[in-house]
């Protein structure tokens, strides 16, 4: 969480063109869904949704290993904002056919484990929240990592056949943070614990000063790797590219 002076200008800016894309979204690309994890920029887009773009249905998937705080977050907005978040599980016996082939955290054992832990408890579920949807929503932002340092504001996913919006592509994190104190989104505790990007409780710790923002994710593994596939599937040219490309 950072405490730098607020650019009400370039806020008021980037929140103008946000809340824009999704009025357009809901009026144009309906159902759409948006995806939300619980992290700040997904509470952002959360906040957004409830006051501008109600249309828009919010959705997470449940790995089954997420931290208490992320639980609290849930149960915290669905009283704050009065809406239902969809809940996706991972399927049962898939997961456990994983638990009983590698062990309960086999993830740390080889990339091969982990990206296989990932496509049970995290894309197939998301294929099934997506299966009726015409377009869903990210909180991605290009400057979170390497491997989202060309994100588009708008692409197709062929993967799920829709397409796939990143209202938040040319944010700061300095932005996220302004956002959610001049709006009192409420947010996850752990990220006032260190922790920038919010995932599993296994494979996400705390960063320490200076580290790439999703470094805390999956540290044992190179940064080209560290995604869980729900954003790693080849999409087309994008349609839209948005300021800073």
């Not at 977050?73 to 898939?94: D, K």
């Not at 740390?108 to 998301?126: F, G």
């Not at 990143?166 to 700061?172: G, H, I, K, M």
Request: with cysteine; proline share 5%.
């Amino acid at each position: 969480m950072t405490d730098q002076y607020t650019d009400h200008d370039r806020l008021h800016s980037l929140t103008d063109a946000a809340v824009q894309l999704l009025r357009e979204i809901e009026a144009t690309q309906r159902p759409a869904a948006l995806a939300v994890s619980f992290g700040a920029e997904d509470m952002v887009l959360l906040d957004m949704v409830c006051r501008h773009a109600p249309g828009i249905t919010p959705f997470t998937l449940d790995t089954g290993r997420l931290n208490a705080e992320t639980h609290a977050l849930h149960q915290q907005a669905r009283r704050h904002y009065g809406v239902v978040i969809e809940t996706w599980f991972p399927e049962a016996e898939a997961v456990q056919r994983w638990v009983h082939s590698h062990g309960i955290n086999g993830f740390y054992d080889s990339r091969s484990a982990r990206e296989a832990c990932c496509h049970i408890r995290k894309v197939e579920p998301l294929a099934r929240a997506l299966a009726s949807r015409k377009a869903w929503i990210t909180g991605q932002r290009r400057a979170q990592s390497v491997t989202r340092r060309d994100l588009a504001l708008e692409e197709y996913d062929a993967a799920h056949g829709l397409t796939k919006f990143n209202p938040l592509a040319e944010w700061r994190e300095q932005d996220v943070w302004d956002y959610i104190r001049n709006h009192q989104v409420p947010y996850n505790a752990l990220h006032d614990q260190g922790y920038p990007s919010i995932g599993c409780a296994p494979c996400t710790r705390a960063i320490t000063a200076g580290e790439d923002p999703r470094a805390g994710r999956w540290w044992w593994e190179e940064p080209e790797h560290r995604e869980c596939g729900l954003h790693r599937a080849p999409h087309t040219a994008s349609v839209r590219a948005g300021g800073g490309e």
